[in-house]
């Protein structure tokens, strides 16, 4: 991308959209984390086994609300 050649309005919104995808990338590896350590409790496998892929999938499921309930708040407190 050629910098040069933006506009401020151009260079706002590309630093807009690069500091939205750096704390969507923040917020999978903290799901990542959190998640794999609650609900793999053992060497694995090369698959899950089904308690892990449905701790797994709740876990991420749970993690998304929360952080949505959250953003929400803070929104409305601004």
Not at 5 to 34: C, G, H, I, P, W
Request: hydrophobic share 35%; glycine share 2%; with cysteine.
């Amino acid at each position: 991308m050629d910098f040069s050649k933006l506009d401020s309005s151009d260079m706002q919104q590309f630093y807009s959209q690069e500091q939205q995808l750096a704390m969507v990338n923040e917020m999978v590896s903290k799901l990542t984390d959190a998640c794999w350590d609650k609900c793999i409790t053992g060497t694995p496998g090369n698959k899950f086994s089904s308690s892990e892929s449905t701790c797994l999938s709740n876990c991420a499921h749970r993690y998304i609300e929360m952080s949505l309930l959250i953003m929400k708040k803070f929104q409305s407190l601004q």
